[in-house]
């Protein structure tokens, strides 16, 4: 019996929860997979929680075992899970604002997300937010942001530099909070899976992948098989053009324009081709509970391949040109190092935990259809520093393209979509999906109306942006914009 | 009459530095547009900004003393003059005789210190972050720029402009190992000075790793549309200082006539053209360096410059 297993066999099994278990336990069995969280035995895979209980996920990385387990909390108040396991601080903060759930022994209770502008904002959240000090002879603060000269997303970077020489840095997030998880509160679940698509415009496919797995979970119904090898197509193509970007963009910040130039060709032709494919760019609300919205044409398959293929053409110099430049490698090598024990301990996904040694990949570790059925490898790289997630993304890229042809290839013909059964009753459901960036966890539960009674949509970047504090020690100011670019974490998803 | 000639000419040379100085910052983007495949914005679009921002109002800070205010007009009068006094098309000019290269490093660098104090005068975190790294290069390329013009002033006998134009121009010069080190340290001066690619990224919009653009981050209206006149001042002033010392033809001379000054006009602009693509192709080529390696970056102009000195100092031939 796994250790998950035998959490979940402490407590008291909720029946309507699917696919993977979930358990109402007690203060002992909490305290214990908190312990585990921190001796590194799981990985922390979420945390939220809702008016009267608290929910953790935890993953087995070896095995892909998950299992939900669940406080209940009339009092609102549960023990901490950071105080053993700090990636789970911000995430207890951020319930303790959206949720008024108290984490009991938690080192740290500032606010997070709530920054005192909501209506019902908590009274401590209008202070002035309380930085940790970093105290040191000729040491100077340098506050960038929240508005940045480009067009960027919002965030606030608290640096303390001695001259060039990051000594520290601190993060304030929360500016582009929408409230998704309550606007779905009672909503339809077309109605959610839009919400859903618009959490994080880039990842807004996996976002959806996600969140269709975790309705049809609940409901217990199967996508028919053309649908998920669809979704998949969907998933590759967004993967490809927010790599291209990416690639691109790194390069840009280290001022080599050439290589941005070019790869915005490529991720341009992935575009026009999804385009043409699913009618969206970016294949918004292409996907939805029991299928996809729209069957892959002719045409569109055709312009894939099309696109495919220039790829392919294309790709290979422009990875001769980033690895023959020197004075770009100059820039990204060394630079932004993640040591692999953080990268484990957080659990972080996507580019950032395998370039960092963690060798875990959703398609492959959860092998969710149609992943299992394709041949494909999980590129991982030790050396963890900004090189290392450029190299990263070009070898996925490499893999998309060949995930592509396999699609395209041996796509089943059927059905693409079904008609959702009325729930019978409350229940429960988890869907995951790998963006670009990483893991895209949703939960929810529908009621017995088939609306949403509470739905929490967890982005990778939760796990990411505190590796982002880490990495950047040490390096001087001018690199924070590399590192930051070769993190690309999301600021919408995380903060929702 | 010849004064009113000689002054006829000074003046129209002020004023063409200052009319072809924003179209060449339009020509060298318009041709790394081009390089990365975009079709970038008109050679003119320059002009129109400065328009722009002329019409538009003055933000100051709160906290801003006069010196913010003033700044930029120190810094346009002394990165004009300094330009002026660099033989474009004729050399021949009323202020010749005070055409020193020293003069002109002088000038550039009471710019350069005006510039960093207001870009430290308001107190916020990127003034103070462009204008130490500012001040940082600066303490590097003017000491090799001070051994570039002692390298040439041992070989012509003279800091004067014109005088080394001249020379250059003559049969005299021939080939030398010290020159073509001068050149190479003149360029990479240059590049420093003029806050390019892979020092410092003149497009970018992150404010970190800015050095010039974050000294002028406050800045807006009149005050940066002035700043960015000088700024193009100071690139066209150093283009036209490498073309006047190593490629001094087609210069109108002292007497020359009407002809021989349309002549030096034209194959002056050639020579703006030439240095402006020559230079984005270097911007697109490479990436910027760490702001740690620029001193040595920095460092290899001085050694440069050194060695042509010394060069020179052991053999009068080399």
């Given at each position: 019996?796994t250790m ?5 066999a402490g407590?008291?099994r909720?029946a309507?929860h699917?696919?993977a278990?979930?358990?109402v336990?007690d ?8 312990q585990?969280?921190?001796d590194?035995?799981?990985?922390l ?10 929910h953790l996920?935890?993953?087995d990385?070896g095995?892909?075992e ?6 209940a ?11 053993l396991?700090?990636p789970a601080?911000r995430?207890?903060?951020a ?9 009991e022994g938690?080192?740290?209770t500032?606010?997070?997300?709530d920054?005192?502008?909501w209506?019902n904002s ?9 930085f940790?000090?970093?105290?040191g002879?000729?040491?100077?603060r340098i ?6 000269a480009g067009?960027?997303?919002?965030g606030h970077?608290?640096?303390?530099a001695?001259?060039?020489t990051?000594v520290?840095?601190e993060?304030?997030?929360g ?5 998704v998880e309550?606007l779905m509160?009672?909503?339809?679940l077309e109605?959610s899976a ?5 959490v994080?415009g ?9 969140f269709a797995?975790?309705?049809e979970a609940?409901?217990?119904v199967?996508?028919p098989p053309r649908?998920l090898?669809?979704?998949a ?7 490809l053009a927010?790599?291209f970007?990416?690639i691109?963009a790194?390069c840009?910040?280290a001022?080599?324009a050439?290589m941005?130039?070019h790869t915005?060709?490529l ?6 081709a ?7 760019r970016?294949?918004?609300d292409?996907?939805v509970?029991?299928g996809v919205a729209?069957?892959l044409s002719?045409?569109?398959?055709v ?6 293929g220039e790829?392919?053409r294309?790709f290979?110099?422009l990875i001769?040109?980033y690895?023959?430049t020197a ?5 990204t090598?060394?630079a932004?190092?993640l040591r692999?024990?953080?990268a484990?301990?957080y ?5 950032i935990?395998r370039?960092?040694?963690r ?6 570790n959860?092998?969710?259809?149609p992943y299992?059925?394709l041949?494909?490898?999980v590129?991982?790289r030790?050396d963890?520093?900004v090189?290392a997630?450029v ?9 998309s ?6 699609i395209?290839a041996?796509?089943p013909?059927?059905a ?6 009325p ?7 988890l869907?995951l999906?790998?963006?670009?960036r990483?893991d895209?966890?949703?939960w929810l539960r ?6 949403i009674v509470?739905?929490?949509l ?5 796990f990411q942006w505190p590796l982002l504090e880490?990495a950047?020690e040490g390096?001087i ?5 590399l590192?930051n670019?070769?993190?690309n974490?999301?600021?919408?998803g995380h903060d929702? | 009459?010849?004064l009113i000639?000689?002054l006829?000419?000074q ?7 200052l009319?072809?100085?924003p ?7 318009k041709?790394k547009?081009r390089?990365t495949r975009?079709?970038?914005a ?8 400065l328009?722009?921002?002329i019409?538009?109002?003055v933000?100051?800070?709160?906290n ?7 700044a930029?007009y ?5 990165t004009?003059v ?6 474009t098309f004729a050399t021949?000019?009323?202020f010749?005789w005070?055409a020193?290269?020293i003069?002109?490093?002088a000038?550039?660098a009471?710019?350069?210190f ?6 430290m005068?308001v107190?916020?975190?990127f003034?103070?972050?462009?204008a130490?790294r500012e001040?940082?290069?600066a303490?590097?390329?003017?000491p090799?720029?001070?051994m570039?013009?002692?390298?040439l ?11 080394i134009?001249g020379f250059?121009?003559s049969a ?10 001068a050149?190479f340290?003149?360029?990479?001066v240059a590049?420093?000075?003029n806050?390019?690619?892979p020092?410092d990224?003149?497009?970018t919009?992150l404010?970190?790793t800015m050095v ?9 209206g009149r005050?940066l ?7 193009a001042?100071?690139l066209?002033?150093?283009?036209s200082l490498?073309a006047?010392i190593?490629?001094p033809w087609?210069?109108?001379g002292?007497?020359?006539g009407?002809a021989?000054?349309l ?8 020579k703006?053209a030439?240095?402006?693509v020559?230079?984005?192709v270097?911007?697109t080529a490479i ?5 740690f ?5 920095i460092g290899a102009a ?5 060695l042509?000195?010394?060069l020179r100092f052991?053999?009068g031939?080399?």
């Amino acid at each position: 019996m796994t250790m998950l297993s035998e959490f979940v066999a402490g407590g008291r099994r909720v029946a309507a929860h699917r696919p993977a278990p979930r358990a109402v336990v007690d203060a002992a069995t909490w305290h214990q997979a908190a312990q585990a969280l921190g001796d590194e035995r799981a990985t922390l895979f979420g945390l939220w929680g809702e008016r009267d209980a608290a929910h953790l996920a935890l993953l087995d990385d070896g095995t892909g075992e998950i299992a939900v387990l669940s406080f209940a909390c009339p009092d609102r108040r549960f023990p901490s899970v950071g105080a053993l396991h700090p990636p789970a601080l911000r995430l207890e903060r951020a319930m303790r604002d959206l949720y008024g759930l108290v984490a009991e022994g938690a080192p740290d209770t500032r606010p997070w997300l709530d920054h005192g502008r909501w209506p019902n904002s908590r009274p401590e959240a209008a202070a002035p937010y309380d930085f940790r000090p970093a105290e040191g002879e000729s040491l100077h603060r340098i506050p960038v942001g929240p508005v940045h000269a480009g067009i960027i997303e919002p965030g606030h970077f608290r640096f303390t530099a001695g001259g060039e020489t990051v000594v520290r840095l601190e993060e304030r997030l929360g500016y582009v909070h929408k409230g998704v998880e309550n606007l779905m509160a009672d909503a339809t679940l077309e109605r959610s899976a839009q919400l859903a698509g618009r959490v994080s415009g880039d990842s807004t496919v996996a976002y959806a992948i996600a969140f269709a797995r975790a309705a049809e979970a609940a409901l217990g119904v199967d996508a028919p098989p053309r649908a998920l090898w669809l979704r998949a197509l969907m998933a590759e193509l967004e993967r490809l053009a927010n790599h291209f970007g990416d690639i691109g963009a790194i390069c840009n910040d280290a001022a080599f324009a050439l290589m941005h130039a070019h790869t915005g060709v490529l991720r341009e032709r992935v575009l026009r081709a999804a385009d043409v494919a699913f009618c969206h760019r970016l294949m918004r609300d292409g996907v939805v509970p029991g299928g996809v919205a729209r069957d892959l044409s002719p045409e569109g398959s055709v312009a894939i391949r099309a696109t495919v293929g220039e790829v392919r053409r294309r790709f290979p110099a422009l990875i001769a040109l980033y690895d023959n430049t020197a004075s770009l490698l100059d820039r990204t090598v060394g630079a932004g190092y993640l040591r692999p024990e953080l990268a484990r301990q957080y659990g972080a996904g996507g580019y950032i935990g395998r370039g960092s040694g963690r060798d875990f990949d959703a398609r492959r570790n959860l092998a969710y259809a149609p992943y299992d059925e394709l041949r494909f490898t999980v590129p991982k790289r030790g050396d963890g520093d900004v090189n290392a997630r450029v190299w990263i993304r070009i070898r996925e890229v490499e893999q998309s393209l060949d995930l592509v042809d396999q699609i395209l290839a041996r796509l089943p013909q059927g059905a693409t979509r079904i008609e959702l059964p009325p729930a019978a009753g409350a229940c429960e459901g988890l869907g995951l999906a790998e963006g670009f960036r990483g893991d895209v966890l949703v939960w929810l539960r529908l009621g017995g109306d088939g609306r949403i009674v509470r739905c929490h949509l967890r982005d990778p970047s939760w796990f990411q942006w505190p590796l982002l504090e880490a990495a950047i020690e040490g390096n001087i100011v001018a690199d924070f914009p590399l590192c930051n670019k070769s993190f690309n974490c999301s600021y919408s998803g995380h903060d929702l | 009459m010849a004064l009113i000639r000689d002054l006829a000419v000074q003046f129209a040379e002020m004023l063409l530095v200052l009319a072809l100085a924003p179209g060449l910052v339009g020509l060298v983007r318009k041709a790394k547009a081009r390089l990365t495949r975009r079709r970038g914005a008109s050679i003119i679009q320059p002009y129109r900004d400065l328009l722009r921002l002329i019409r538009k109002e003055v933000v100051l800070a709160e906290n801003a003393s006069w010196l913010f205010r003033v700044a930029p007009y120190v810094i346009f009068a002394a990165t004009w003059v300094a330009a002026a006094l660099v033989p474009t098309f004729a050399t021949g000019l009323m202020f010749s005789w005070s055409a020193d290269l020293i003069a002109i490093i002088a000038l550039l660098a009471s710019a350069r210190f005006f510039l960093a104090l207001a870009g430290m005068d308001v107190g916020t975190s990127f003034g103070g972050i462009g204008a130490s790294r500012e001040v940082m290069i600066a303490s590097l390329a003017e000491p090799a720029m001070l051994m570039i013009v002692f390298t040439l002033a041992l070989i012509v006998g003279s800091t004067q402009l014109a005088t080394i134009a001249g020379f250059m121009n003559s049969a005299a010069v021939g080939l030398r190992v010290s020159l073509g080190l001068a050149l190479f340290a003149l360029i990479i001066v240059a590049i420093a000075e003029n806050a390019r690619i892979p020092v410092d990224n003149p497009a970018t919009h992150l404010e970190l790793t800015m050095v010039h653009e974050a000294m002028v981050l406050e800045y807006s209206g009149r005050h940066l549309a002035v700043i960015e006149l000088a700024a193009a001042l100071k690139l066209l002033l150093y283009v036209s200082l490498i073309a006047c010392i190593f490629a001094p033809w087609g210069l109108a001379g002292p007497e020359a006539g009407l002809a021989a000054a349309l002549i030096g006009v034209l194959t002056y602009v050639a020579k703006l053209a030439v240095g402006g693509v020559l230079l984005a192709v270097f911007e697109t080529a490479i990436a910027k360096m760490r702001v740690f390696r620029v001193p040595q970056f920095i460092g290899a102009a001085l050694m440069l410059g050194l060695l042509a000195t010394l060069l020179r100092f052991f053999s009068g031939s080399l």
